[in-house]
């Protein structure tokens, strides 16, 4: 997948992997119907819950592909500390309903030891 950084994530905010941690791989296809009629008002709590999902996840990766013909609009990695976070996390995207917002895959795993 080609991409460009991702603008909304400042540099400052991202880590480098760490062993014992657990890893998300994340691909955003598209925006759904349902995301196209909610209003600005309406989108910014969605994303302001889905933040807090993330309380305690680091980036390590953040991509816009838009702009090429990759299939997926974006793409990036969190590293969540343990599976409490990943936990909460999933909890808090179930509670919003995010696939009636984003068409998008994830993928979890840790780091493989030599």
């Known amino acids: 997948m080609l991409g460009t950084w991702h603008e909304a ?5 991202v ?3 760490e062993p014992g941690k ?4 994340f691909m955003i296809r598209s925006q759904t119907e349902a995301y196209a009629l909610l209003s600005q008002a309406e989108r910014e709590p969605l994303w302001a819950k889905t933040r807090e999902s993330q309380r305690d996840a680091k980036w390590i990766v953040a991509a816009n592909s838009y702009w090429a013909s990759e299939e997926y609009q974006g793409f990036g990695v969190f ?3 343990n599976i409490d976070a990943v936990q909460h996390h999933f909890a808090g995207v179930k509670q919003i309903g995010w ?3 984003m068409r998008s895959r994830t993928l979890l795993g840790t780091l493989r030891e030599a």
């Not at 994530?9 to 905010?13: G, H, L, N, V």
């Not at 657990?22 to 791989?25: A, D, E, S, T």
């Open 15 to 17: 880590v480098a992997p």
């Open 9 to 13: 994530i400042k540099p400052a905010e």
């Open 79 to 81: 590293m969540y500390p």
């Open 22 to 25: 657990i890893y998300q791989l």
């Open 99 to 101: 696939p009636r917002y």
